[in-house]
């Protein structure tokens, strides 16, 4: 079923970035469960000879809590070697002198705990889900039209995601509805930024030629690891469509059943012909 | 302070359009009351030889309701008078045999009472205001997103109207979060579509020339009417803001304080000099 031309250049990678939501598991009210064979996948990964991170652009809860909810779940993975969006914008935050007004969902807020609040001089909107509210959204929006020259961060700008009940949006469209109301464009912070894809290969100590990005979102994921100049190989998990193949301008380059098949050809094509 | 060069053309014209929230009164919670002068200058119109029609992006009363809540206010107007989007809407949908799903304000359900809506094939977004729950909103996103080719209306495109507690959103920023969440164009029905505005033309039995539309809205109001060939005088109440003077790209024909001081200058130029 999968096309392993991608496999050709899988010698000279040095390091993977795996996506969480949608790549190990599937989300879901009761927290979301793995997907199959992504937990040994993962254990394969550690065991070879490539680096690897996580880079979400989960926002619904904090690093900590994120984190444990996969260790619970029986992945091998620690805070430190995942990258998400709310740190890197609390450090935007706090370079910038801004203060910001949160519209993000609860269990959010305490990765802010440690950024001013008061006198809000721009927004920064998240995966608020059910917080976004009529009454939330026209907050955030009459704090921006307020505002001299409106500034708005987006963690993320993902259309949606798919949980246990079907797709859910994501906090793209609402981006898009507040630079709408306010004639503005948000600053991205998280993928498919480049910005953000950087300083994970910066952690990484590698160059983007040598990487490869493994995920579900066709756009945020693949598009974004491909304008850094990495490789971007999608899964059919998670919010994957069969039009994602018609994408009328991002094309993969390459596409496999799961996880657990793109470590199987990737580390098959490394041990070279037997 | 109102710029008078407008009134040059006054006297070739035969016919004026108004806009209802903004220009006549000023929405609230109570429902709204008169701006100062508005009721005497709607007299005064009526009086003339102009003819008049009533032009709204208004959808969250069906439109018996909304007129009698006007008339109630003192305002000389009837229903026939009056175009809104949400009639306009059923005429579409009917013409193309679409069943809606709709995400409208409950005072606008009995507008669409006449169309099926079993098993829908398109989303209707209206200004919603409180229905606007992320709920309700990814209901709308997964009918449009199932459907293999989604078809999205927008009764209108507004970006924010104002009410007595402050700046509100309008539909246009919910219509941009589903266009972007589908990769959709939304069809607007309503202001500044110039499908609507003709249809008032035509009602009316006029030339674009011909006719002057008023209206606090710049984009909506005025610049629709200029794409149409009619002139747009803006009123600073509603949602006037001082920063339209410096649009980038629409330009009023003339601004003035409000309605009573519109029918001032248009009247007396009519009358020629004493």
């Known amino acids: 079923m999968a096309d ?3 496999t050709s250049s899988a010698e000279s990678l040095k ?5 969480l939501c949608g790549v190990l598991y599937d989300s879901g009210e009761d927290g979301g469960t793995p997907i199959p064979g992504s937990v040994e996948a993962v254990k394969r990964l550690k065991a070879s000879d490539l680096k690897l991170r996580f880079c979400t652009n989960e926002t ?17 993975i620690s805070v430190c ?3 998400s969006p709310a740190p890197a914008a609390v ?12 519209l993000v969902y609860d269990g959010l807020l305490s990765e802010f705990e440690s950024v001013d609040q008061t006198n809000p001089n721009c927004v920064v909107v998240g995966d608020a889900a059910g917080n976004f509210t009529y009454e939330n959204l026209n907050d955030a929006f009459r704090v921006l039209i307020g505002l001299e020259k409106p500034v708005l961060f987006a963690l993320g700008k993902g259309r949606y995601y798919k949980e246990a009940d079907g797709l859910n949006l994501d906090v793209g469209p609402y981006m898009k509805a507040l630079e709408y109301a306010c004639d503005v464009e948000a600053e991205v912070i998280g993928k498919p930024s480049s910005v953000f894809f950087h300083s994970v290969l910066s952690d990484m100590g590698l160059q983007p030629h040598q990487v490869m990005m493994v995920g579900d979102d066709l756009v945020n994921d693949v598009g974004g690891a491909q304008l850094c100049g990495m490789k971007g190989l999608q899964v059919r998990t998670g919010k994957y469509r ?4 018609q994408h009328r301008s991002v094309k993969a380059d390459g596409t496999v059943d ?16 037997l």
Do not use: T
């Not at 390091?15 to 996506?19: F, K, M, S």
């Not at 450090?91 to 949160?102: E, Q, S, T, Y």
């Open 15 to 19: 390091g993977v970035i795996l996506d």
């Open 242 to 245: 069969p039009s994602d193949q």
């Open 60 to 76: 619904q809860a904090s690093r900590d809590k994120f984190v444990a909810k996969l260790q619970k779940m029986g992945f091998d």
């Open 258 to 273: 799961d996880l657990a098949q793109a470590v199987d050809l990737l580390l098959g094509a490394r041990a070279g012909p």
């Open 4 to 6: 392993s031309s991608w």
């Open 81 to 83: 070697e995942v990258f």
């Open 91 to 102: 450090a935007v935050l706090k370079d910038r002198g801004m203060r910001p007004h949160l």
